[in-house]
């Protein structure tokens, strides 16, 4: 199945644009703050460093999911309800015909 998605601005869509101008913004902001303390070259590594989480949450998509809903399955399966599971078959032919077990072969 194909996916349609509508891009408003460079081809991108509204969530990636929006994420990609935060991003912006938040580079701006730890250089306008870092540059005259750490010096310009490490204030520019932590622009990269700050602002990648947020460009790489516009363009993460996993299975469909965006990064919020990806992090929330994850979080949910692996925190909330982890714990035992127990594998129980069932087979369904032999159900339906009424039968008990397998090996009830007449």
């Known amino acids: 199945m194909r996916q ?3 891009s408003i601005f460079f ?3 509204t969530r990636q644009f929006f994420c990609a101008v935060v991003a912006v913004g938040i580079a701006v902001a730890v250089y306008l703050l ?3 303390a750490i010096g310009k070259e490490n204030a ?3 622009c ?3 602002a990648a989480p947020m460009a790489v949450a516009g363009f993460f998509s996993y299975n ?3 990064l919020e809903q990806f992090a929330w399955a994850f979080f949910k399966s692996e925190l909330l309800c982890a714990g035992g ?3 129980v078959s069932e087979n ?3 159900n339906m015909l009424g039968r008990k077990e397998a090996d009830d072969f007449d």
């Open 4 to 6: 349609h998605k509508e």
């Open 64 to 66: 469909g999911l965006t």
């Open 34 to 36: 870092l540059a005259s």
């Open 44 to 46: 520019s590594w932590l």
């Open 92 to 94: 369904f032919y032999y």
């Open 48 to 50: 990269v460093l700050a």
């Open 85 to 87: 599971r127990r594998f």
């Open 11 to 13: 081809g991108l869509s």
